[in-house]
C-alpha cells in the first residue's frame, strides 16, 4: 500500500491548531451575588466543575484555504476560533498563526457605547493596531461601506445591534488581512448587509491570499464558501476532511 507523505512545508500553513483543549471551571452551585460569591471564596466554600470544552483538536490550515467549522450548538466553534484569535488561551497544547489575523467574532465587543462611531472607530482602529493617520486615511472607506455616515456622531448605546456589526466589519476588514475568522455574528446584520460582507469574504478567498476560518450554521454557507470542514461535536473533532464529505456526513447523523 502506498503511503501518503504530507510534503507542506511548516510555512505553507496559516494556521497549526495542535492537540489544543479548553477546560472551563464553572461553579458547581447556583450563586445569585457578587457578594455571595466572595463570602464562599474566603470561607473556601466554593467548589468548581471542570468543564472540557475541546478535547485533543488538531489541525492545520494552508495558506489561502478557506477552513469551515461545523457543529451543533455548544460544541465548541466558538472556543476554537477564539483561542486562535489569541482571546482565550488553551488549558493544553497550542495554537501558531502565521500573519495578521482580522478576528470577526463578538463584533464590537472592544467598543465603547457611550462614545460616537467615529470615536468607536478609532478606538477599535488602534485595537486592531492602525494608527491615527492610517485611520484618518481609511476613513471614507470605512463609513461607505458601514452605510452609516449620516450616524457618525452618534453614541454607539444609540445602535442596534446590526449597526453596530456593520461599523465592526467596516473596520476590521478595511485592508486585507492574512487570516480572517469569521463567526455567526454577521447574522445579526440584515440581508443586503450580510450579502455585501459575503462578496467581501469571496474578494479575500478569490486574491487566493487570505486564508480564511468561517463559523456558520448555514450549511449551504458552508458549503458555498469552504474548500474543507472541521466538525466539531461536544468538543471533540470528529472528522475532518472535504466540505462536502464533511457536510454529508454532518447531516447524516442528524437526519
Ligand atoms: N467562558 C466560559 N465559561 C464557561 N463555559 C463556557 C465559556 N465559554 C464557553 N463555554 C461553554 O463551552 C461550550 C462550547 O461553547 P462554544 O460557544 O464554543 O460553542 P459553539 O459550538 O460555538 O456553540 P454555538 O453553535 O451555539 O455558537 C458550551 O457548553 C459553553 O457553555
Redesign the pocket.
Known sequence: MAVKTDTTNSEDYAIEVNDVS?I???ASERLDNLKEYFIKLVKHELFFEE?H??KHVSFKVRRGEVLG?V????????????IIAGV?EPSEGSVRVHGNIAPLIELGAGFDIELTARENIYLNGALLGYTKEFIDAHLDDIVDFAELRDFMDMPLKNYSSGMVARIAFAIATVVEPDVLIV??TLSVGDVFFQEKCERRIREFIESGRVTVLF?S?SLEQVERLCTRCVW?EK?EQRMIGDTDDVCQAYRRQFN
Request: hydrophobic content about 45%; proline content about 0%; overall charge neutral.
Open positions: 479548553m472551563f471551571n464553572m468543564f470544552a475541546l467549522l457543529g451543533t450548538n455548544g460544541s465548541g466553534k466558538s472556543t476554537m476560533l477564539k482565550l463567526d455567526e463559523v450554521h466539531i468538543g
